[in-house]
């Protein structure tokens, strides 16, 4: 996640570009099974958005992830200076309902 804080940079084609190439580059062969990306659009109207993006990496496992990280966390690390200036926040989340219906 991204913070959007006042006079925070993003970019977001690095980001879509070289950085996730870079990611499944990475990634992949180490158990990621897909991502998903947020573009912060909106907080509270008329508020801006509490965050740029937010980047979802799903592993099968939390012993995946934990090892994918391990292993790239310094290449990752050194990228984001590609594309921001605001520190990024990392959470470890579960999914716990996905509904294909909608």
């Not at 008329?46 to 992830?65: C, E, S």
């Not at 310094?74 to 990392?90: H, K, L």
């Amino acid at each position: 996640m991204y913070p959007a804080t006042p006079g925070s940079v993003f970019n977001w084609d690095y980001y879509l570009g070289p950085h996730r190439e870079l990611s499944l580059k990475l990634l992949t062969p180490r158990g990621l099974v897909r991502t998903e990306i947020d573009r912060g659009i909106a907080g509270i109207p008329p508020a801006g958005p509490p965050y740029h993006a937010i980047g979802h990496l799903f592993f099968r496992t939390m012993a995946d992830l934990e090892a994918a990280l391990a292993a790239t966390v310094a290449d990752f690390i050194a990228d984001e200076r590609n594309y921001t200036d605001a520190p990024s926040v990392v959470q470890i989340s579960e999914v716990v309902e996905l509904d294909s219906a909608f």
